[in-house]
């Protein structure tokens, strides 16, 4: 990551391609049947949706690099919070919807704690902190959603 730019340009993919890959999933769910789970994916999606405006918010006056799908060098094969496209089974159970979900914002969370701990540009370390952070806040608010889930009761959000 060489630039702010280069970062934001990355930040808006990543949660573009989640809202894009969460709003799927919940439109597959639907279509089957699976309101629980569409209920789930729908809300995902939506969150994702904020967390993009608010990464273009934050690109808005830069020259951010109008990047290719093929240009972006992402640790995976997709973007790192772009949940798993196994979760379009239309069997997929809320506990299992959760976990994808758990291990989507976890690969985002890692992915922004590598740019902060390999970067030496000061301004792109301190967007990678807060990004790491609120990605950080986003596993743990699923992790209650499991335990919730587990224990029977109705999600925290709901």
Not at 119 to 140: C, G, M, N, W, Y
Request: hydrophobic share 45%.
């Amino acid at each position: 990551m060489d630039t702010v730019e280069e970062f934001l340009a990355y930040a808006v993919k990543l949660e573009e391609e989640a809202a894009i890959r969460f709003g799927e999933l919940a439109d597959v769910m639907l279509s089957c049947g699976n309101t629980d789970v569409a209920a789930l994916f729908r809300r995902l999606s939506d969150y994702s949706r904020l967390h993009l405006a608010d990464a273009r918010a934050r690109a808005k006056f830069r020259d951010i690099p109008d990047l290719k799908p093929a240009e972006f060098a992402w640790p995976d094969l997709e973007s790192p919070e772009t949940a798993g496209i196994w979760a379009a089974d239309p069997f997929i159970g809320h506990g299992q919807a959760l976990e994808i979900a758990r291990d989507a914002e976890e690969a985002s969370r890692q992915y922004y704690k590598t740019i902060f701990e390999t970067t030496a540009d000061p301004e792109i370390r301190a967007l990678a902190k807060e990004f790491f952070e609120e990605e950080s806040e986003h596993v743990q608010e699923i992790h209650k959603w499991i335990a919730a889930h587990a224990a029977g009761t109705r999600l925290p959000a709901e």
